[in-house]
């Protein structure tokens, strides 16, 4: 008997008015109607792969799995590239997922508009021996996204001793396949591990500056102040740390060792 979320498909039970349950395979195809007082059972002779339920496919999901009360409805490997943080927006009717990469530099832009059948559309490189997890967006009229980058943490992979780029990237995503770079904003230490953009001026960050032990908040204007729609320019608009982090200043690093994981979240 096949199995789908730990349970024989034959004892699912429809939750609505009728599921549609079908296996294609070339030519052949079975179809059933599941309601709520009856049973499905999947013919002896069926193909292994390409089992829907509701339009899921089964088959493409990783196993195993755990869920409660939500059932996944599309997978997508991403071509070999685990995803970390996303970020979704809606244009003209299709969705697309942005999302940054966990053992690879770079960034993809995944049409997920039919969520049972998730297209990568856009893979965005990003420099070589960097992390690049982190993604945000936000913005009406010029859409932009942010994305992190961040010399790679001791046992993540890397050369710690290889050079590497930092920072923070600001692109405009007007075009929702085809993010173009805009600007860059440099910490002049490790990099940036988590960013906040809500719209406006004003980027989040919780980063690797220079001087200081450990990660600390810095509020970025990522606009100049004569014209508000070029980011090219992004400047420091302040700074916050816990005291004891600024070592370059004098302080004594704070026990036990700080280091703030991301910049305050915004409502």
């Known amino acids: 008997m096949k199995r789908a979320h730990g349970r024989d498909i034959g004892e699912l039970r429809e939750r609505e008015l009728a599921v549609e349950m079908r296996i294609d395979e070339g030519e052949h195809a079975f179809q059933w109607h599941v309601f709520e007082t009856t049973r499905a059972a ?23 799995f755990a869920a409660s009360n939500i059932d996944p409805i599309g997978y997508s490997e991403l071509d070999g590239r685990p995803a970390f943080k996303m970020a979704i927006r809606e244009v003209q009717g299709r969705w697309y997922l942005y999302t940054g990469h966990f053992w690879d530099s770079g960034w993809s832009v995944i049409d997920v ?12 490189a990003g420099p070589a021996n960097m992390a690049t997890l982190q993604v945000d967006l936000a913005g009406d009229t010029m859409v932009t996204m942010v994305t992190s980058l961040e010399k790679i943490l001791p046992g993540f992979g890397g050369d710690p001793d290889a050079p590497f780029d930092e920072g923070v990237l600001i692109w405009d995503i007007s075009d929702p396949i085809n993010p173009r770079q805009r600007g860059h904003f440099f910490t002049g230490g490790t990099g940036t591990h988590r960013n906040l953009y809500a719209g406006g001026q004003y980027m989040h960050l919780a980063a690797g500056m220079a001087g200081y032990d450990g990660n600390i908040y810095v509020i970025v204007n990522i606009y100049v102040i004569v014209n508000i729609s070029d980011p090219t320019h992004p400047v420091e608009a302040g700074r916050w740390w816990v005291p004891g982090q600024h070592t370059a200043a004098g302080e004594t690093p704070a026990e036990p060792y700080v280091s703030l994981h991301g910049p305050p979240s915004l409502a």
């Open 42 to 64: 999947i013919p002896s002779d069926a193909p292994s792969d390409g089992v829907h339920i509701g339009l899921m496919t089964l088959a493409k999901l990783p196993q195993p």
């Open 113 to 124: 508009t039919d969520p049972t059948a998730p297209e990568v559309l856009t893979f965005v």
